[in-house]
């Protein structure tokens, strides 16, 4: 495999685009990657989603998001991974390049949410975990992570009010970020008082959906002269079983491990120098799993990490410095290149009061379903 | 990027297989694909797939398939490119293993469609077209084509009875094909006297629906001996509009065009060079556009190679020869894999009755959409 860099990034404000059609969306991202990598083309298209067929009536997004963005005629394809789809077609993106295919490519991750009756958004949700198992019993997706948050509370012994400060750091840094969708603080007391979605999971636990896309433009490495290329250092992806009650151990994400191990050794580093971590925090619960099994702190006790002001910018390990899942917003399949393109913003030195000092080597993880698909990207300045 | 060999391939009968899963429908596949080819796992899987996520109320098919298949834990996506998608996802692995990402991989393509009402199954194979200018206008897929298939016999001066013959064919073969679904001959005049859907579409130049999957299991090709290898020579992918009024021509297909000349240019072969072609008969007039834009006849009379008898086994240039879209059936994400696995059975010489004699070069091209994406591939055996 030859060496990728990501060349220029792009992205759209997460809201309710209700004037916008998801090719729209979709072309507003890749059009500003592009400019933002001084290119008028691109040899492929990746798209990462996951529900356009579902609630926008769409598929093969390929062709219509290349069609809108230009890029009418080159190669373009749609890759699902639930909400890991993101960072699985940057993945597919990336192999294509690296293979020597593709000279270039966009990876973009786009969803539309909004235009749908919420309850039929959850049901389009729900899509990602088990349907025969999971859904047909009549388990929501938040519903599967409430139950994983209330055994970790009852196992760990720790209190719904010691996951505030993951949702307090990402509405802290989303303030900053132009393109979050929740630009406002969230005080410790006003995230114990939020209403109740799914025992022990309330609205200030969660991430909101929205309308929304990102990309990145890649390329090969060597294109480029050595200095400030960001580089993909690795880049990962394992699964474990979709159904949680089939997993060995419920509160652990196996596959969590084993992609942020294999790509700690295909970038050379360890955990310790990890600058900048974009972890997936669709909901609490998940930020200290995540923490967890990449190896940033014990099993069970991923929380501490929070209390102890570790996860802030200035922090040890500092994670969703753009706002997260939580506060910049979770378009399912367009949060994985979210992520990525927030990574390289660090990387840059382009993220102004939520800036991480000197950061090189940063890490995106993207968590499809509750664990069932886990990507690890690490990307280095050099 | 390094050659890739196909080396075990695994097939289910397409029909209504309501007593099974779509898990245990692309579990049947990879299995016996892993078997034939001798081996116990594999590093990557992927999946083509267009609508599980509408029709089955299931998204993240990669990791759900994995679990089923005994490969819980590795790489695992889904790939979607409408009615392209097993192609989409054969070029997915296919450069992860020609990258060196890894060192094997299966693809599988699954679609099950028979548990829903027709009439759903209609509105999700129409999230195929474009659902802002098409579909909302009231278009249906079929009669997408319908309109193609009208302004073809208006513009060329062929009658509905001319195109007969890639029915009759296709029904011919998949007689001695066990996975087909309809495995019974018909006759030009019962062709002329069947049911009409869409002007001037009638039952008989539809392919129909079903339940299967279709695997392939490929490696790096100097992992293997040379002399019987199935080489995957060229790997091309191509997008056109998916909306066909924007179109320059309405009936070319320009995707077909670049993906078909861009493939002959790396296998390093010319349309008379290929010895089968498992091409896209989803429609009759589907036929002809895409023997017409790969370079098999003038534009406009493709019909003509099925009036003279050339596209039969013993004919210049035989296709659909397990039975086709058309009688095979077309399970929409898995019809792209099957394509190949039936090459490689032609290749290998374990076609019976319908063996092409010495065939040593195959092509199968995809297509999703009314053509808004198509993929050629060209397999030879060497």
């Known amino acids: ?168 750091n990402a509405h802290a840094n989303a303030v900053h970020n132009q393109y979050a969708r929740l630009r406002h603080t969230i005080t410790a007391e006003e995230f114990e008082k939020s209403a109740m979605i799914a025992t022990p999971i309330n609205l200030l636990d969660a991430s909101p959906i929205g309308d929304g896309a990102a990309a990145v433009y890649i390329v090969p490495a060597d294109s480029l002269l050595p200095g400030n290329r960001i580089l993909v250092a690795a880049s990962t992806s394992a699964t474990d079983t979709i159904a949680i009650h089939d997993r060995k151990e419920p509160l652990f994400l196996a596959a969590a491990y084993q992609s942020s191990r294999q790509a700690y050794q295909q970038a050379g580093v360890e955990p310790a120098d990890i600058n900048v971590f974009e972890l997936h925090d669709a909901f609490t619960i998940m930020s200290a799993l995540s923490l967890e099994a990449s190896g940033f702190a014990e099993q069970g006790k991923g929380v501490q990490l929070g209390l102890n002001g570790e996860i802030t910018p200035a922090g040890r390990i500092p994670v969703c410095t753009r706002g997260g899942l939580k506060a910049r917003g979770h378009p399912v399949g367009a949060t994985g290149v979210y992520q990525l393109v927030e990574v390289v913003q660090q990387l840059r030195g382009e993220c102004g009061e939520t800036q991480v000092p000197d950061a090189r080597i940063g890490m995106a993880q993207n968590i499809g379903g509750s664990g069932a698909t886990i990507l690890t990207h690490i990307l280095k300045r050099e």
Chains 1, 2 share one sequence.
Request: net charge negative; with cysteine; glycine share 10%.
């Open 1 to 168: 495999m030859r060496p990728v860099a990501i060349l220029g990034i792009g992205q759209t404000i997460i809201d309710e685009q209700w004037e916008k059609s998801i090719r729209d969306i979709a072309a507003d991202a890749v059009i500003t990657a592009m400019h933002d990598a001084g290119r008028e083309s691109a040899e492929g298209l990746f798209v990462g989603n996951m529900m356009s067929g579902i609630i926008n009536g769409q598929s093969a997004l390929g062709p219509l998001v290349a069609d809108w963005a230009g890029l009418r005629g080159g190669d373009a394809a749609k890759v699902e991974a639930a909400c890991a789809s993101g960072a699985a077609a940057f993945r597919s993106g990336l192999m294509a390049v690296a293979s020597g295919e593709l000279e270039s490519a966009i990876v973009v991750g786009v969803e539309k949410m909004t235009d749908r009756h919420p309850h039929e958004v959850t049901a389009a949700l729900a899509t990602a975990a088990d349907a025969d198992y999971e859904v047909d019993m009549g388990v929501s997706f938040v519903g599967l992570n409430a139950l994983i948050m209330r055994r970790y509370m009852y196992e760990y012994g720790w209190k719904h009010a010691d996951f505030a400060p993951f949702a307090v």
